[in-house]
Structure formats: structure tokens, C-alpha cells
């Protein structure tokens, strides 16, 4: 009897009988010196079992040509090499015959016990898993596509069948997202809430919340709600700039170790703002005598119940800008007062250009995404409104 896989292809005359294996190995960088291994000789964290019977003839017709079937599996452990055997059962009177088997990517090998999937019977198919170290969502799902030998098919309309696999991934801590940004307004506390996935034995309010940057000293807290893990953070606006600024939040377990950590963006939300946030100053033409930037100021109209009645006063003022040409803005970098143009975009957006002159360029020169303390202070003045911010710049000498 032959093994489980083929590493040349060579016919064989046994008296024996034989069973044709169909293999493919999906390559991951982690598995590359596996390739070679026989299936069953792998050392195995888990076994799951699981039974699936394909549907009718004229429904995977229906589909394209395409017997679809969703497996589930029983939960499996973070990070572990495993097998899947999942019985495939035939309800047809005819055999299916399948010429290729292949898996999407989760690092899986997928070997078929038999050449076809014989009439009324049902076929063996083993599937090598390793499960994701990390994962955002806490379940895997993935598809082994067996395709039809349309050579050896009486119906030529049947073309694959897929097997959607899911399972519940266990021992996981880990966010959903590595990095959020997030504006503050000056009014009132912001709840903010960060979703993390735990499927470890500690219970979620047990886990350790560390905070530093701008998120140093923080109230948080852990929620739990409808099965759905968050951290909750109540922030103040006082040390968030228009620039921004960042803090890291560390989730900890203490029985095993593990950890997950994320960053968060925070920006001061103004009523007034200029994007941008990082300008870019460049030549228009070779031979231009000015570095020029492009940008927009938005005037945001907020409803009354988000502050004091002071700005609630404010935002109506703001709301009578929109409709006109803000009287003036104006910009500086060191005390240097920029060239300026404004056009109206619609009543709440207006383009703006900066200029600074090519000889002034020493002035300028050296600020950088990553360097902010060169930066652009810009004033809006209107009637009845006077915003001010600062934003940062760089500078493209090509």
C-alpha cells in the first residue's frame, strides 16, 4: 500500500491493492522544511473528527458547478500543529472522481484517501492544520477545494467541491486592532473603548491593563457585554494637541504570560482645522521661486448639547462663516509671515495655498514628519470667529 504522499511521479505494478492519495502542500515559510514529511508521521497537538454530506446534484449545478459545505470543527489551541479528518459523504448514484486538491492559505495539507468519492460511499479527507498564533477575529475559516475530474465525470456541469472549514481558536489574547486614532473634543470626556479578543482560562476582568504616554495614569477599566471583550478608557482633551500625540496600552495575563499591546493616536478636535495635518511643501515648476503647499480649513458646526452654552454661542457664530470668504487667514514658520490664497470649496470647506520663497528655504528646511518642532502657526479671522493651530511641515527639495 502506498504512503500518503508522492515525492516523484512513477508507476507502480503491485499485486497489492492500491490507494491514491492527491496532496498539496500550501507553502508557509514556517512549514517549508516539512514539505517532504509524510502526513501521518507529523507530531500532533489535536485531533478533530467530523462528518459533511454534499448536497444535490442540481443545487452544486445551481452553484456553478460547485458542491459547497461548511465543517465545523471543535475549538483548537493557538499556535498548535494538528489533524482534521473529515468523512465526506456521496449521496449520489454516480462516483465523483477528483483530479486536484488544494487549501487556502492557514498552513494546511490536505490529502484525500481515495482518487474519487464513490457513489453512495463516502471518502476520508485529512487535513494538517496549524492554527494562527494571533488572531483579530478568535476563528479561523479557511477552504480545501476538491476539484472534479470533468475526463472521468458523467455530468461535464460538476466542477469542485468546496469545503469551508471553521473553528474556534483557544488560549488567544490579543486586540483587534494594533493602532487607533482618535480626535478629543475640548467639551467633555471621551469613553473610548478598545476590543481585544481573550480565549484563555483567566476571565477578562482578572487581566492587567497597563497604560503609558498620554494614556499614563488613565482610569480603564475591562467590560464584558454579549460575549464581547473591550478595554474602556475615559480621556481628557487637555494634553492632546492638534499635532497629536500617543500612548500605549499593554493587556497582560498573569497565569500565563501572554500579552498584546496597541497604540493610540490621540488629536486635539478643534472647531476650526486645517488638513493635512503634516503639510508638504514643494516647487510648482523647475524653475519656480516659491515652495508651495496645498491644504483645506474645515469649519465644523456642532450641535449645542456637545458643551457649555459658551459654545454653543460659538458654534452659531461659526455657522454664519460658512456661507463667505473667511475675512483673513493667515500663516507664519519662525516669525515669517507666508504668502496666502484662499477659494471656497462649499460652505463648510476652503482650499488654501501657502508660498515661502525659494531663498528662504534655510528657514524651513529640516522639518520633518518625524522632526515637529518646525512647524506652520495659522490663524482664521472672520466675524465673530478667531481659530487658531499649528501644523506641522515638509519640505520635498527635488
Same mark, same amino acid.
Given at each position: 500500500?502506498?504512503?500518503?504522499?508522492?515525492?516523484?511521479?512513477?508507476?507502480?505494478?503491485?499485486?497489492?491493492?492500491?490507494?491514491?492519495?492527491?496532496?498539496?502542500?500550501?507553502?508557509?515559510?514556517?512549514? /517549508?522544511?516539512?514539505?517532504?514529511?509524510?502526513?501521518?508521521?507529523?507530531?500532533?497537538?489535536?485531533?478533530?473528527?467530523?462528518?459533511?454530506?454534499?448536497?444535490?446534484?442540481?443545487?452544486?449545478?445551481?452553484? +456553478? +458547478?460547485?458542491?459547497?459545505?461548511?465543517? /465545523?470543527?471543535?475549538?483548537?489551541?493557538?499556535?498548535?500543529?494538528?489533524?482534521?479528518?473529515?468523512?465526506? &459523504?456521496?449521496? /449520489?448514484?454516480?462516483?465523483?472522481?477528483?483530479?486536484?486538491?488544494?487549501?487556502s492559505c492557514g498552513c494546511t495539507r490536505a490529502e484525500l484517501m481515495n482518487d474519487r468519492i464513490p457513489a453512495m460511499g463516502e471518502t476520508e479527507l485529512v487535513i494538517q492544520i496549524r492554527s494562527p498564533a494571533?488572531?483579530?477575529?478568535?476563528?479561523?475559516?479557511?477552504?480545501?477545494?476538491?476539484?472534479?475530474?470533468?475526463?472521468?465525470?458523467?455530468?461535464?456541469q460538476l466542477k469542485r467541491i468546496d469545503i469551508n472549514l471553521h473553528y474556534p481558536i483557544s488560549g488567544l489574547l490579543c486586540f483587534r486592532s494594533p493602532l487607533v486614532t482618535i480626535n478629543l473634543v475640548d467639551t467633555k470626556p471621551y469613553r473610548l473603548e478598545l476590543p481585544f479578543v481573550s480565549s484563555i482560562d483567566t476571565h477578562p476582568n482578572k487581566l492587567l491593563l497597563e497604560t503609558t504616554g498620554i494614556l499614563e495614569g488613565v482610569p480603564g477599566h475591562v467590560e464584558t457585554t454579549s460575549g464581547e471583550n473591550r478595554i474602556v478608557l475615559i480621556l481628557d482633551s487637555k494634553e492632546a494637541t492638534n499635532l497629536g500625540t500617543h500612548g500605549r496600552v499593554l493587556l497582560r495575563d498573569p497565569v500565563s504570560g501572554k500579552a498584546d499591546e496597541m497604540t493610540?493616536?490621540? =488629536? &486635539?478636535? /478643534?472647531?476650526?482645522?486645517?488638513?493635512?495635518?503634516?503639510?508638504?511643501?514643494?516647487?510648482?515648476?523647475?524653475?519656480?521661486?516659491? =515652495?508651495?503647499?496645498?491644504?483645506?480649513?474645515?469649519? &465644523? &458646526?456642532?450641535?449645542?448639547d456637545a458643551g457649555s452654552d459658551s459654545t454653543a454661542t460659538q458654534t452659531e457664530e461659526l455657522a454664519t462663516v460658512t456661507n463667505n470668504i473667511p475675512t483673513q487667514v493667515d500663516a507664519y514658520i519662525d516669525q515669517q509671515k507666508l504668502k496666502m490664497k484662499v477659494q471656497p470649496i462649499n460652505k463648510h470647506f476652503f482650499r488654501v495655498q501657502f508660498a515661502v520663497p525659494v531663498i528662504d528655504l534655510e528657514t524651513i528646511e529640516g522639518g520633518t514628519e518625524v522632526d515637529r518642532l518646525k512647524s506652520i502657526q495659522w490663524r482664521l479671522i472672520s466675524p465673530g470667529v478667531h481659530a487658531s493651530g499649528t501644523s506641522a511641515f515638509t519640505v520635498d527639495a527635488s
Amino acid at each position: 500500500m502506498m504512503n500518503g504522499t508522492f515525492p516523484t511521479f512513477r508507476r507502480q505494478i503491485c499485486v497489492t491493492f492500491h490507494v491514491f492519495a492527491f496532496t498539496i502542500w500550501l507553502s508557509c515559510s514556517q512549514a /517549508e522544511n516539512a514539505a517532504d514529511e509524510p502526513l501521518r508521521s507529523k507530531k500532533i497537538a489535536f485531533e478533530r473528527d467530523a462528518t459533511t454530506e454534499l448536497p444535490s446534484k442540481a443545487g452544486a449545478i445551481e452553484f +456553478g +458547478g460547485t458542491y459547497a459545505v461548511r465543517v /465545523e470543527l471543535d475549538k483548537v489551541p493557538a499556535g498548535a500543529e494538528g489533524v482534521a479528518r473529515i468523512r465526506i &459523504k456521496n449521496p /449520489e448514484s454516480f462516483d465523483l472522481p477528483i483530479r486536484e486538491v488544494t487549501a487556502s492559505c492557514g498552513c494546511t495539507r490536505a490529502e484525500l484517501m481515495n482518487d474519487r468519492i464513490p457513489a453512495m460511499g463516502e471518502t476520508e479527507l485529512v487535513i494538517q492544520i496549524r492554527s494562527p498564533a494571533a488572531s483579530t477575529a478568535g476563528v479561523f475559516m479557511g477552504r480545501i477545494s476538491l476539484e472534479i475530474d470533468g475526463e472521468r465525470v458523467d455530468h461535464k456541469q460538476l466542477k469542485r467541491i468546496d469545503i469551508n472549514l471553521h473553528y474556534p481558536i483557544s488560549g488567544l489574547l490579543c486586540f483587534r486592532s494594533p493602532l487607533v486614532t482618535i480626535n478629543l473634543v475640548d467639551t467633555k470626556p471621551y469613553r473610548l473603548e478598545l476590543p481585544f479578543v481573550s480565549s484563555i482560562d483567566t476571565h477578562p476582568n482578572k487581566l492587567l491593563l497597563e497604560t503609558t504616554g498620554i494614556l499614563e495614569g488613565v482610569p480603564g477599566h475591562v467590560e464584558t457585554t454579549s460575549g464581547e471583550n473591550r478595554i474602556v478608557l475615559i480621556l481628557d482633551s487637555k494634553e492632546a494637541t492638534n499635532l497629536g500625540t500617543h500612548g500605549r496600552v499593554l493587556l497582560r495575563d498573569p497565569v500565563s504570560g501572554k500579552a498584546d499591546e496597541m497604540t493610540v493616536v490621540v =488629536y &486635539k478636535n /478643534e472647531l476650526v482645522t486645517l488638513s493635512p495635518r503634516t503639510l508638504r511643501f514643494a516647487k510648482t515648476a523647475p524653475d519656480s521661486t516659491d =515652495y508651495v503647499a496645498h491644504g483645506v480649513i474645515r469649519v &465644523k &458646526k456642532v450641535s449645542a448639547d456637545a458643551g457649555s452654552d459658551s459654545t454653543a454661542t460659538q458654534t452659531e457664530e461659526l455657522a454664519t462663516v460658512t456661507n463667505n470668504i473667511p475675512t483673513q487667514v493667515d500663516a507664519y514658520i519662525d516669525q515669517q509671515k507666508l504668502k496666502m490664497k484662499v477659494q471656497p470649496i462649499n460652505k463648510h470647506f476652503f482650499r488654501v495655498q501657502f508660498a515661502v520663497p525659494v531663498i528662504d528655504l534655510e528657514t524651513i528646511e529640516g522639518g520633518t514628519e518625524v522632526d515637529r518642532l518646525k512647524s506652520i502657526q495659522w490663524r482664521l479671522i472672520s466675524p465673530g470667529v478667531h481659530a487658531s493651530g499649528t501644523s506641522a511641515f515638509t519640505v520635498d527639495a527635488s
